[in-house]
């Protein structure tokens, strides 16, 4: 990356105070754990974990729509940790989001024509006269017919839907999108035709997309670098194809092996216990009550993120065994 | 659990407070002389004289902010204090009445459950049947018809046409319990019938929406007999709706009873407090407004631990 | 979702008769021309005549035009509280729901503690302290309604405000009050309205009662309680004085009753006249079908076809047939939609009731080696079946499980319905169990509630209770689907394991739309394409030399299966166009010929029949396949 | 008992196990056994909200305060003055006046009723601080002497011509000396036996009542049923024996009916009040226009089931010794006699104003309801107020009406019972608000005041004439008083006129067939 980053985030935190234990003591639960990454200008980066690892809640915490803490949270050369709500609102026009459940991410009661136009009213873009051909030009881009724009969401497939919402995120165009479990919810076939319509539109428009899901091949298939999560700590970062094809984490490797293939013979790496209760993490690494490779060194420190390759880093103490 | 009770109790004592404080300050606007009331009872009149001293004898000649301090602290200390009508304690008054208008809604709501659960149950598994369609639109009709209404209609019927049961009026269950037990019927059936078309909608709906689950299909799924199936996994799931809307209705009831018991003179709780507005007797609309809202919070705290007991998901929470 | 037309349907009804009641009243002066108001002492209590319709009350008044102009101001009172509660409500609402903090502590005290005054007792407190009279009723009523309203709109907006799309409209930068007002608002105007007529109904109820009472509307304007107060004592002499306001009362509480009902059955499709669960549809039995013979079998599905119940619509399954052999594992593979689902719950008999089977046997051997045709059983020996002989796990483990009683009485009466044992035996016997799928700590686990475990031991328990009774047959429908990666590799495992382990030679049909997990588990694959199966045949070779086009293009459509491939290099996957198509919507011919990228114009005429390949061993509905004969294709090809 | 009496115990056995079940299947039959038949059960149309002697908390208060305490005077049923404690008196002089007690008159806890409990309790309602009733009235009274045991002179500072009946009031009874604020001892022909507040007073037969032969049950429960509806279908249901205030709409049906009968009486009068502080009805035309602008015989037809008559005039009690009929001062209904009135005092064109009644009572509303309709005849566009009754009362002294619709009864027959209904120096919400005249005041004063039959019915004469010119009041109706009974109540008679309220005095005699 030589471009400064579009994107820098470091030290992400997020905690919920979750109910109270005594008459006054409050409890809170932890789910982002100092999570850092950046994101360049152009650049897909995957974000994989299981769930409960907080990869949705990254996402949401860089759009603000959620509160968070970080020691350093910057878009476009913008401090998000100290902008002002108006300008926050402003910057909104850059930073978009595509959901997961295609039938919620839509309102019911809004045409498509309506909900686009939200999104341009939202900004004050393409007023008067330029609306029609604007939106006209959005449903086109993902591939529906304009004469889609008079219905409501409940006319349409899921996949539909989800283009919907693509062009939804792209009307304001943003520089930035946040693909939360995008193409999660779709039929295999489904899910292709919308995983290509992303690689176009990322390589007309060259925005950069936060790209997260729990399918690793996905992930691989469309991201630069692909980024792994577990119970809110980042386990590896590197280039898609070098996680995926040479883990350098145990937990990635495990991930990876446990995935189902038709073609590749599956030597599954053996997880014992069960995912801890993020109320009660293990000391050190948080991965070592799972990890077949732990040692009694893993529950004393947290392992930090140590560069493996290229780009590539992992948070493992154990860089011997892979 | 005991910690979420104690800040419960908290709550409540903090919102009695608030109440309490309302009632008061309502009371002070609200028209009326008790000393004069008392002593025009029936269109007489009386002295300015005999007011005034009669004001004194009620202690209304204090200032208010002292009549409210006493008040608070006396309440504070559980004491409601004297009747200024006829000097006699408010907390035996109240421990003779709240009985009477416990005992028909409890009666009334026995007779709802009775009927209205089964009822409901039946239509909730067969919605859309012949007896859905038919139970709900009697349903829908009995709703429609107010206490009022149905109280004057059923004295009507019942006592004056028939002569089957009494018109109404109280007699002690220990006086007379046959007489006893004939004078609660028309009351009971009255807030019973209403109640229980409440009680048979929430039923049909819950099992309705209970029905629908995944688990009931893993219930027949597994071979359970269908009884076993509506019993336990649709049934007992659909209680917690069911116990908490009862349990809020038990609350309202508490309060609406005012019509059932006017329509059949029966002695509760409401009526005293009809007539200690009349007379203006303000430590007794206080004590029994008070003591309605204490019992409102306490059946919904009742309703919470219940369906924490009911629904391991709350109570794990 | 219920269809606008349906929705309309439905509605016409109460609407009219809601709208002719509320109508009726304003439109008095054109009824009648008499003063409801004048009285004419001379004639107290007249019988009805031909000037006045429903006769005179005891001031000599037309009691028609008593009864119109009562319920317009009845109504109205009604309407407006409701209308000022509403508003009211709703504003506390989503303002304590959308911003939440300190306006949500406002709202919920607030409605908390108006909710602790008894409503009457409230307004019995008003009355006498401001006077009775329309304007004081009016707010009265708006005081006691709000917090409901209040509470509705706050949990309803809860939920709302934590939907995608309010999120969306967030992440957009729409300003916050366009938000609530554009977007939370019309999404629970459903309940509100549905809440504003009940509360107009209660509304109706307590002017009636308070104006029954002395405290309501001040004569001579009429109101409804007012005359049945007035009429209560004549009630012996002149019964028809109370019937009128009683009728007119409850009359329109009814309509409006109705109406909601109606409102809250349409808006909800959960009320909406749903199947019912003892509509069950029952399969079908079909006298002349061959019985099973090789023993071998388990189950078979033989031409099985469905159809929803309404008259005339096509077939959601058209052509389903399966045989299921012990010692085997048979996925059906397909799109959601597919039929995939349907196919297995007819086999266990349990068929919403929407769906009725129209053609086909379902055959199945008990382990008692008794060979059943389920269409010739009655409700009670398919209860027997169900949970003994074949058993079945379910896709989401997180809602298969009773949240309310815990994992071991779930275990124990499901053993216990079809092992005669005693408590503790059953529960030993489930211990044995979780032992078995891989539990750890069983002895103590089994006492959990299922909210207590993770979806992972959940699918276990599920698991564990389906073999509780060791049945022949297991279904598992997407039962990895709503797991993770590591769990769904584990159950996997697992399930191999089990029916490895399972001596009388378990027979399991996996349903899954991952080839993947397929890959790993089946021995046979049947990949269905809306409600055909399309393909057929060992695993191996269909999932490693697909026939049919579409096989193909699902294998094709995954990234998993193109590891070469990376969009930041510009590849692109080889998708196929085009959704699958609704059963009404089906294309002539091959029902997938409108996506298939090698269809010939014979395929539009003609539909596949499911071709077997010379050796038997798969078959695939395509002409284009090397199974199709030849014949066939050229007949076809001539015709066209 | 009736045939239908001896049915519905069994019909309503039948109902309540179908019904309320379970518990009352459980339950012997003879728990069915209803309160000893010599028990007369009486429904009142509201519960006493106390029973202080001396003070005045309304008829049913007053009914049952006659069943426990007795003065030195009373009344029989035909509504003569009658000696109660008092064994004979005489007037030594016009302000003197000696008792002499009866020998065998004892009081509840069996001590005998002496001068020096007379004088305890005159002075306990004439003392500083007392809320009695009578406390104004009895100032006449100049002294209270005990002669001997059983001999009182009372002294009175003027002559007085009702001083007896004022001694014959249910607010005047002799208590014992011994009585405290808590508990009060009376020497009347019961006792009190047990009472719950709102519900029911239950009082026995006191043994030792001085008259031997009375009272004739064992005792009476007092059972209040505000609703007067219900207090009607109560004794028709037969759950009581008696009611009081019968509801006007059921005359017909009670003389109609076989089991029950009715003792009625044309008592208390409707009238109007008048704001006369300010706006037209300072003017006495304008009240003199709605004097003439009301046809009475509606408000008796509308409000009173037709169960009165329409009272023109001052409203001299029936059983008054005087006939103060006087056609010429009267208001007929006369609609453009009105409105010339009306503009004679300059409102030809009408005007809009309040008219206060009560919600609490139908009578007052409905009368209401027909002088609203009246007055909008001759252009005064009234609005109704209809507070609760304890609103009205505060609202009626504190001015806050233009009209107000009110009813009430005198204590005792004679034309100065209408003293606290007109006399200024004692002004109530039964009073117009803020009228004052010097001339009616005197005519009262004169009026009590002397003794000579013939002057005292002049002076009401004049005050008749000073009633229809100057208006402190538009009277409207009589209204007929009734109690309803079973057919097996005998001896139970209503007092006659303004004497209705003390009808208790008729209880000393009933008993059942």
């Given at each position: 990356m030589t471009a400064a980053p579009l994107l820098d985030v470091r030290n992400l935190k997020k905690s919920y105070s979750i109910g109270r234990s005594g008459l006054f003591s409050k409890r809170s639960l932890k789910v982002l754990h100092d999570v850092s990454f950046s994101v360049a200008p152009g650049e897909v980066l995957g974000l994989v974990g299981e769930s409960g690892s907080g990869k949705s809640t990254i996402g949401r915490a860089i759009l603000r729509l959620i509160d968070s803490q970080s020691d350093v949270m910057r878009f476009d050369g913008q401090d998000l940790n100290s902008i002002s709500p108006v300008r926050m609102r402003s910057l909104r026009k850059q930073m978009q989001i595509i959901f997961q459940d295609p039938y919620a991410s839509l309102d019911p009661r809004k045409t498509i024509r309506a909900v686009l136009s939200e999104a341009l009213d939202a900004h004050g873009l393409h007023k008067g006269a330029a609306r029609v051909p604007r939106l006209i030009e959005l449903v086109t881009l993902v591939g529906l017919d304009p004469s889609f724009l008079d219905r409501r969401p409940h006319e349409f497939s899921g996949g539909q839907r989800q283009r919907i919402g693509i062009a939804r995120a792209l009307a304001v165009e943003p520089s930035f999108i946040v693909c939360d479990e995008a193409v999660s919810a779709l039929d295999v076939s489904i899910q292709a035709q919308v995983l290509n319509l992303l690689a176009d539109l990322r390589a007309k428009t060259g925005v950069s997309l936060l790209f997260i899901s729990h399918d690793l091949s996905v992930v691989r298939y469309i991201s630069d670098r692909v980024m792994v999560l577990y119970l809110g700590r980042v386990m590896e970062v590197g280039p898609a194809d070098q996680v995926h094809f040479s883990p350098k984490h145990p937990y990635t490797a495990a991930l990876v092996s446990a995935e189902p293939s038709l073609h590749r013979e599956n030597r599954r790496i053996r997880l014992t216990g069960e995912i801890p209760s993020p109320l009660a993490l293990p000391s050190g690494c948080i991965f070592r009550s799972r990890c077949p490779y732990a040692q009694p060194a893993c529950a004393e420190t947290v392992p930090p993120l140590q560069t493996v390759g290229d780009q590539h880093q992992s948070a493992c103490l154990r860089t011997d065994i892979l | 659990m005991l910690a979420f009770i104690s800040r419960r109790m908290a709550a409540a004592v903090a919102m009695l407070l608030v109440i309490g404080t309302i009632i008061f300050s309502l009371l002070i606007i609200v028209p009326g002389d008790p000393a004069e009331l008392l002593l025009s009872t029936g269109g007489g009149s009386a002295s300015a004289e005999a007011i005034a001293n009669l004001r004194v004898n009620m202690g209304l000649d204090k200032p208010v902010l002292t009549q409210y301090v006493t008040f608070l602290y006396n309440t504070a200390r559980l004491d409601f204090g004297t009747s200024i009508v006829d000097n006699g304690s408010i907390s035996s008054v109240i421990a003779l009445r709240l009985p009477r208008t416990l005992e028909i809604i409890i009666a009334g709501t026995i007779f709802a459950l009775l009927l209205a659960i089964p009822a409901g149950t039946a239509a909730g598994l067969r919605a859309g049947g012949k007896f859905d369609i038919t139970a709900s639109a009697i349903n829908a009709l009995l709703t429609s018809i107010p206490g009022f209404v149905l109280g004057t209609l059923f004295i009507f019927f019942f006592a004056q046409v028939l002569g089957w049961l009494p018109a109404g009026g109280y007699v002690a269950f220990a006086t007379n319990p046959m007489q006893h037990l004939q004078m609660l019927v028309l009351p009971a059936l009255t807030v019973g019938l209403h109640l229980a078309t409440i009680v048979f909608r929430m039923t049909r709906a819950s099992v309705l929406e209970m029905r629908g689950h995944d688990w009931v299909r893993t219930a027949v799924a597994k071979g359970l007999r269908r009884k076993r199936v509506v019993r336990r996994h649709i049934l007992y799931n659909a209680l917690g709706p069911i116990i908490t809307v009862v349990g809020l209705q038990l609350g309202i009831l508490l309060g609406s009873t005012v019509l059932v018991e006017f329509i059949y003179n029966w002695p509760g709780l409401s009526g005293l407090l009809v007539s200690a507005v009349e007379q203006r007797d303000y430590p007794t609309v206080r004590a029994v407004i008070l003591t309605v809202a204490a019992i409102f919070i306490g059946i919904n705290l009742v309703i919470d631990i219940l369906s924490s007991l009911l629904d391991p998901r709350i109570r794990l929470q | 979702m219920m269809s606008v037309r349906n929705f309309h349907k439905r509605m016409i009804l109460p609407s009219l008769f809601l709208a002719a009641l509320i109508i009726i009243p304003f439109a008095a002066p054109l009824i009648t021309a008499d003063d409801p108001v004048k009285i004419a002492v001379r004639y107290r209590l007249a019988a009805p005549d031909l000037e006045h319709w429903l006769g005179r009350d005891e001031f000599g008044r037309d009691r028609l035009a008593r009864v119109l102009y009562g319920g317009q101001v009845s109504l109205t009172v009604a309407f407006v509280a409701t209308t000022i509660a509403c508003i009211i409500g709703t504003f506390f609402g989503l303002v304590g729901a959308y911003f939440r903090g300190p306006s949500e502590f406002v709202t919920s005290r607030l409605s908390d503690i108006v909710l602790c005054f008894p409503p009457i007792l409230l307004a019995l407190l008003v009355v006498t302290l401001f006077g009775p009279g329309s304007v004081t009723l009016v707010a009265v009523l708006s005081v006691l309604y709000f917090p409901t309203f209040a509470r509705i709109t706050f949990s309803e907006a809860l939920r709302v405000t934590s939907l995608d799309f309010v999120e969306a409209s967030r992440a957009l930068g729409t300003p916050s009050y366009r938000i609530v007002l554009g977007t939370v608002l019309p999404n629970i105007a459903g309940p509100l309205s549905v809440q504003y007529s009940l509360t107009a109904a209660a509304a109706i109820t307590i002017e009636s009662g308070l104006s029954f009472l002395g405290l309501g509307v001040v004569p001579p304007a009429p109101s409804w309680g007012q005359m049945i107060r007035g009429a209560r004592q004549f009630m012996n002499q002149d019964p028809l004085g109370i019937m009128i306001p009683c009728a007119a009362l409850v009359l329109t509480i009814f309509a409006i009753n109705f109406f909601c009902d109606r409102l809250r059955d349409t808006l909800d499709p959960k009320g909406a006249s749903g199947s019912s669960m003892d509509e069950v549809s029952k399969p079908k039995a079909q006298a002349d079908a061959p019985t099973i013979k090789d023993p071998d079998v388990v189950a078979v599905i033989n031409k099985l076809r469905l159809e929803t119940a309404h008259f005339g619509t096509p077939a959601v399954i058209e052509d389903v047939s399966l045989i299921l052999r012990a010692n085997q594992c048979t996925a059906l593979v397909g799109e959601s939609g597919s039929g995939k689902s349907l196919s297995s719950l007819a086999l266990m008999g349990l068929l919403p009731g929407a769906i009725r089977q129209v053609g086909g046997t379902l055959q199945l051997r008990r382990k008692s080696d008794e060979v059943v045709d389920l269409g010739f059983l009655d409700a009670r020996t398919l209860e027997d079946i169900r949970g003994n002989d074949i058993a079945m796990i379910f896709q989401e483990p997180m809602t298969s499980l009773n949240p309310i009683h815990k994992i071991s009485d779930q275990m124990i009466e499901a053993i216990t319905a079809h092992r005669p044992m005693s408590r503790s035996d059953a529960r030993a016997h489930a211990i044995a169990l979780l032992k078995r799928v891989g539990m750890n700590d069983a002895e103590r686990r089994i006492d959990s509630y299922p909210d207590q475990m993770s979806g992972g031991m959940r699918q276990r328990v599920m698991i564990g209770m389906a073999l509780s009774c060791e049945p022949r047959l297991l279904i598992a429908d997407e039962p990895t689907t709503a797991l993770d990666v590591t769990i769904q590799a584990e159950i996997i495992e697992l399930l191999q394991t089990l029916r490895q382990d399972q001596g009388n030679g378990l027979s399991l049909l996996f349903i899954s739309h991952n080839l993947g997990v397929v890959a790993d588990i089946a021995d046979r694959v049947a990949v269905m394409y809306s409600g055909l199966i399309v393909e057929e045949g060992p695993a191996a070779q269909i999932l490693r030399d697909p026939h049919h086009p579409y096989t193909r293009a699902l294998i094709e459509s995954m990234p998993s299966s193109h590891e070469e491939l990376n969009s930041a290099r510009g590849d692109r996957l080889p998708a196929i166009s085009g959704t699958p198509p609704l059963p009404s919507a089906r294309p002539s011919g091959c029902t997938f010929r409108d996506r298939c990228p090698i269809a010939l114009p014979a395929c539009a005429d003609i539909r596949p029949a499911l071709y077997p390949s010379a050796d038997g061993e798969r078959a695939v509905r395509c002409?284009?396949?090397?199974?199709?004969p030849a014949g066939v294709m050229n007949h076809q090809t001539e015709a066209a | 008992m009736t045939p239908s009496d001896c049915l519905s115990p069994t019909r309503r056995g039948v109902l309540i196990s179908l019904g309320a079940g379970i518990v009352a299947m459980s339950l012997p039959q003879g728990t069915l056994a209803q309160t000893p038949a010599s028990v007369l059960k009486f429904g009142l149309s509201t519960f006493p909200p106390t029973i202080k002697p001396f003070d005045n908390t309304g008829g049913a208060a007053n009914t049952v305060k006659l069943m426990l305490y007795r003065g030195l005077m009373g009344y029989d049923a035909s509504g003569k003055l009658v000696t109660e404690l008092a064994d004979s008196f005489s007037w030594?002089?016009?302000?003197t006046v000696v008792f002499k007690l009866r020998p065998n008159a004892v009081f509840h806890d069996g001590s005998p009723v002496t001068s020096a409990d007379v004088a305890f309790s005159l002075n306990a309602i004439t003392k500083e601080g007392s809320t009695a009733f009578l406390k104004s009235d009895l100032k006449i009274i100049s002294a209270v002497e005990a002669v001997d045991d059983k001999t009182v002179k009372i002294t009175l500072k003027a002559p007085s011509a009702i001083f007896l009946d004022l001694l014959a009031s249910y607010c005047c009874p002799v208590i014992s000396k011994k009585s405290t604020d808590s508990e009060t001892i009376g020497a009347g022909p019961f006792t009190l036996k047990g009472s719950e507040k709102n519900v029911y007073i239950e009082v026995a037969r006191f043994k030792d009542f001085y008259m031997a032969d009375q009272p004739r049950v064992e005792g009476i429960r007092f059972v209040a049923y505000a609703d007067e509806n219900l207090r009607y279908a109560a004794l028709e249901a037969g759950d009581v024996d008696l009611i009081e205030y019968l509801p006007w709409t059921q005359f017909d049906t009670v003389e109609a009916s076989k089991t029950l009968k009715m003792k009625a009486t044309l008592g208390p009068f409707m009238f109007l009040l008048f704001n006369v502080t300010s706006g037209p009805f300072a003017n006495p035309k304008v009240r003199q226009a709605v004097g003439y602008a009301i046809e009475r015989q509606d408000v008796v037809e509308a409000a009173f089931a037709g169960r009165g008559e329409p009272l023109f005039g001052f409203p001299n009690p029936r059983g008054s010794t005087f006939d103060l009929a006087d056609p010429a001062h009267e208001w007929k209904y006369d609609v453009e006699k009105a409105k010339a009135l009306l503009t004679e005092a300059g409102y030809a064109n009408g005007f809009e104003c309040r008219l206060l009644a009560t919600a609490t009572y139908g009578m007052h509303q409905d009368t209401a309801s027909v002088v609203q309709a009246y007055l909008g005849a001759i252009g005064i566009n009234a609005t109704l107020d209809l507070p609760d009754w304890g609103t009205r009362v505060t609202a009626g002294k504190e001015g806050k009406y233009d009209i107000a619709v009110h009813g009430t009864s005198g204590n005792y027959n004679d034309p100065d019972a209408l003293w606290s209904l007109l006399y200024s120096g004692n002004p109530s919400y039964l009073q117009s608000f803020g009228f004052k005249s010097a001339r009616i005041d005197g005519l009262l004063e004169q009026g009590r005041n002397e003794v000579d039959p013939d002057k005292r019915k002049a002076i009401y004469q004049q005050l008749v004439v000073a009633y229809y010119e100057e208006v402190p009041q538009v009277p409207l109706n009589w209204r007929i008083q009734a109690y309803a009974m079973k057919q097996?109540?005998?001896g139970f008679e209503q007092l006659p006129g303004f004497l209705s309220g003390s009808s208790g005095y008729a209880l000393d005699e009933t008993k059942f067939a």
């Open positions: - | - | 002409l284009r396949a090397p199974e199709a | 030594t002089d016009p302000t097996s109540v005998e």
